[in-house]
């Protein structure tokens, strides 16, 4: 493509709707399996391609992050991937990864720490700041012997600290108090991770884990916002401007401000999409990184995490694949449509299916608990690729069999692609 220079009101481009899939899932390194072993040098690949890695608790199937390394890389040592991002950060270098509140909490490289100074500031004016805020009311005293108790004792995570608040209480899911306060300062800025064990996540006080260097780059709010929109850009490969603003979770109208100070530095083009229309069927302006190239093929058969940054966007993934979800994790049993922990299924560069896993780590299988076919999708043809795939799944979580239930249209094919593994229901 040309490059672009100006407002957004020149040089426009246009590109199918199946040239926009691939320049998407080509910038989030699909069809781009590495040969051999996953070592850390494809880890750390994989972080400078998507920037972040978000974090989410659930493992009914697979704790989030690990997911969408599989996705791209295929098989890999997930301690690995724990070295990288559980151990904690040294002062002496930038690095290695910290967590921040990006998109929503997620692994970074501690070298972009202080691109989130802003964000922290936004937290602490709106939740520690004001007259009435808890932390200058009711958790002053908590905060205050918090940043004393990990001064003096360094590193803690919030079972390791005793207090007589130290009980589950309140609003915030159960939280102790001391949990709330953590929280508080980790998302103002006054606190970072140092780590985590089985999980749970490590606090410190920011000069006890990241370098001085770091600590002492203050980039202002605009280029802050700049920097990661072009990152945003760059990651989805193609967007909208409210795509682009979802990516680091950023107001519409920086996002709108940075966008326009990119194009006219000929960083970023503005396309059409055929296809991408908004109110009114008007074609909605998307945006591309300048000279961006539109792969011939996408070649990938993948499971898609519902905290990928492919998903992550549901007006995006609707557009883009067609494809309407919804997580049903908080909707009670018998109100699921597709099940408990549902991933979409990537073949090539389309959505086609969507599969519900659970790793039964007790009985060593990998249970299919549903399994359905998009509209207009061959069943057998969808089955015939995702078998295989979920053959590595099994070995990569250390587990055995593939265990099919009888729920789903894609259930039945899928069940005799694998054998005639299924069970009853």
């Given at each position: 493509m040309s490059e672009a220079r100006g407002t957004f009101e020149t040089m426009v481009q246009t590109l199918s709707a199946a040239?926009?899939?691939?320049?998407?899932?080509?910038?989030?390194?699909?069809?781009?399996?590495?040969?051999?072993?996953?070592?850390?040098?494809?880890?750390?690949?994989?972080?400078?391609?998507?920037?972040?890695?978000?974090?989410?608790?659930?493992?009914?199937?697979?704790?989030?992050?690990?997911?969408p390394g599989f996705a791209r890389l295929g098989g890999y040592d997930k301690a690995l991937l724990d070295r990288l991002t559980f151990r904690p950060t040294s002062p002496s270098s930038e690095a290695g990864y910290t967590e921040v509140w990006a998109h929503e909490a997620a692994f970074v490289p501690v070298r972009d720490w202080p691109l989130f100074r802003f964000r922290n500031a936004r937290f602490?004016?709106?939740?520690?700041?004001?007259?009435?805020?808890?932390?200058?009311?009711?958790?002053?005293?908590?905060?205050?012997?918090?940043?004393?108790?990990?001064?003096?004792?360094g590193p803690l995570a919030a079972s390791e600290i005793e207090h007589d608040?130290?009980?589950?209480?309140?609003?915030?899911?159960?939280?102790?108090?001391?949990?709330?306060?953590?929280?508080?300062?980790?998302?103002?800025?006054?606190?970072?991770?140092?780590?985590?064990?089985?999980f749970e996540r490590r606090y410190a006080l920011v000069q006890q884990v990241l370098p001085a260097s770091v600590l002492e780059r203050h980039p202002s709010e605009p280029d802050a916002v700049r920097e990661l929109v072009r990152r945003s850009v760059t990651a989805l490969g193609v967007g909208t401007l409210s795509d682009i603003a979802d990516y680091y979770r950023l107001y519409t109208a920086e996002t709108k401000a940075?966008?326009?100070?990119?194009?006219?530095?000929?960083?970023?083009?503005?396309?059409?999409?055929?296809?991408?229309?908004?109110?009114?069927?008007?074609?909605?302006?998307?945006?591309?990184?300048?000279?961006?190239?539109?792969p011939r093929a996408i070649s990938a058969t993948a499971v898609l995490s519902p905290f990928d940054p492919v998903v992550w966007e549901r007006d995006r993934l609707l557009r883009m694949f067609g494809m309407h979800y919804r997580i049903e994790i908080y909707t009670p049993a018998p109100k699921r449509v597709f099940g408990y922990y549902v991933l979409p299924v990537l073949v090539d560069d389309e959505i086609v299916g969507?599969?519900?896993?659970?790793?039964?780590?007790?009985?060593?299988?990998?249970?299919?608990?549903?399994?359905?076919?998009?509209?207009?999708?061959?069943?057998?043809?969808?089955?015939?690729?995702?078998a295989p795939l979920l053959g590595s799944v099994a070995e990569w979580q250390g587990l055995g069999d593939v265990m099919v239930a009888g729920r789903g249209n894609l259930a039945g094919a899928l069940a005799d692609e694998l054998g005639g593994a299924a069970l009853a229901g």
């Open positions: 040239a926009a899939r691939r320049v998407a899932l080509a910038a989030q390194g699909f069809g781009k399996a590495p040969s051999g072993r996953v070592g850390t040098r494809q880890l750390n690949g994989l972080f400078d391609r998507l920037g972040l890695l978000q974090i989410d608790s659930v493992n009914v199937f697979e704790r989030s992050h690990y997911l602490r004016a709106k939740y520690l700041a004001g007259k009435d805020s808890w932390g200058l009311t009711a958790g002053r005293d908590t905060i205050e012997w918090l940043r004393s108790e990990l001064a003096a004792r608040a130290n009980v589950r209480q309140g609003p915030w899911w159960g939280w102790s108090e001391v949990k709330q306060a953590l929280e508080l300062m980790f998302r103002s800025g006054e606190l970072a991770t140092a780590g985590r064990t089985r940075a966008l326009h100070d990119l194009v006219d530095a000929g960083e970023v083009e503005r396309v059409h999409v055929h296809g991408w229309t908004g109110a009114g069927g008007r074609p909605l302006a998307a945006f591309v990184p300048a000279g961006v190239r539109v969507r599969v519900d896993l659970k790793s039964d780590r007790q009985a060593e299988v990998l249970r299919v608990q549903a399994a359905w076919v998009e509209e207009g999708r061959s069943a057998g043809a969808v089955a015939e690729r995702l």
